[in-house]
């Protein structure tokens, strides 16, 4: 569940400075932008795929797990991503501003609690999966390449060469977007059976008009993305159940950047000045949900019936999971947080990322001293990353 690119924010934690590496990933749609990558030697996935597939999918579908709860810091930086499978704890770590802290890929076995780091310059604007086998995150250099490593360290391959939007990952599946000079396209893969298959396949241009993919999202029955354009402005939502032989479209009148969420529904998306809309797998229609419009209600994404919005208090936040009829359940509170530093005085509590596990969120914090005290030289020792797995909720 990564944050959009190239786009406006229009949540509570938009505040967060990521200049990374190539920075966000609007600048890494730019050509020129290097200096942000795994150095060490990969090999192609093309190898070990039997091709991509125009026609449905079936692809492996993963049962809810549950791993020990609880709360770990690190030095290590701003901890953009957590993500998990039953036996792997995996997080993505970096700097907020451009110091010497490099940004890395880190994961703790369960069993054995033993913990390694996996990749090294990675780019956490392209968000960060993890599968039974395999860890899957973007390297941005000259381009940005989707890249894929075992558990183990070994076995790295290349997924896409030209990755051009955060990934999605649910279960055994990783979705993304990516783009040659004539065409885009938007790819499932089922990394448990090594199928890839085309969900969509567009030319980038038409005319004068050229387009773009700003997001893309994983459903449990199939995938959704955001496409917009300029000369003149549109903007459309777009999903393709893995049943469905075509994909299909919504046109967003008067967004020229509409914003989509993860959901395990369908598309969740926010239209400017109308609110947030959901358009389920299985409904033909979208349809507009009961939060706030102006300013946006501050939600996260919506997974099993919950909807997950961030809560906010100056500049620190929390997590709450809203379920039917209002109730909510605090996935991180900023106190709990703040009570890992032992000081809550001028410290900032900002969010990085939400993960479900079908029954679990995991997210991902950073703990740093508030804008003020930051005008100063940004010290390392400054910032606290935490990597949070919240108890397990009720299935409903």
Known sequence: MAGAPAARSRKASAGLRVTLC??????????????????RRATSAMHDTGGRSPGTFSPTRSRPFSIPE?????????????????????????????????TTVQQREL????????????????????????VVYGVTSRGTQLMAVRHDGSGRIELSPELVAPIAARGELIAWAEHDRARQRVVVRDMAAGRTWVAASMPRCEGTRCW????VTLADDGVVFTRVASNPDASTVMRRAFTESAPSQVRISGDPQPELLPSSAG???????RGWYRWDFGRAKPSRTSFRANPPAPLVGFEDDRWFVLSSRGCRSGLVAVSRGRRSTTISSSAR???????RHGTCVQFG?????????????GLL????????????????????????????
Not at 119 to 130: E, F, Q, R, T, V
């Open 22 to 39: 190539c920075g966000l990933v609007a600048a890494a749609l730019t050509a020129g932008c290097a200096g942000c990558g795994d150095d």
């Open 70 to 102: 609880g709360l770990s810091t690190t030095k290590r930086g701003f901890v953009f991503r957590v993500a998990a499978d039953a036996r792997h704890l995996v997080w993505m770590t970096g700097p907020v501003e451009e110091e010497s802290l490099p």
């Open 111 to 134: 069993g054995s609690g033993r913990r390694v780091m996996l990749a090294k310059g990675i780019d956490p604007g392209y968000g960060l999966g993890s599968t039974s086998n395999w």
């Open 212 to 215: 773009r993919i700003d997001a």
């Open 267 to 273: 598309a969740l998306y926010y239209v400017l000045g």
């Open 337 to 343: 947080l703040l009570r890992l530093v032992g000081s």
């Open 353 to 365: 990322g939400l993960t479900w596990t079908g029954n679990q969120a995991l997210t991902g914090w």
């Open 369 to 396: 001293p508030e804008e003020e005290e930051e005008e100063e030289a940004h010290e390392t020792t400054d910032l606290t990353g935490v990597v949070s797995v919240g108890r397990r909720l009720r299935q409903r």
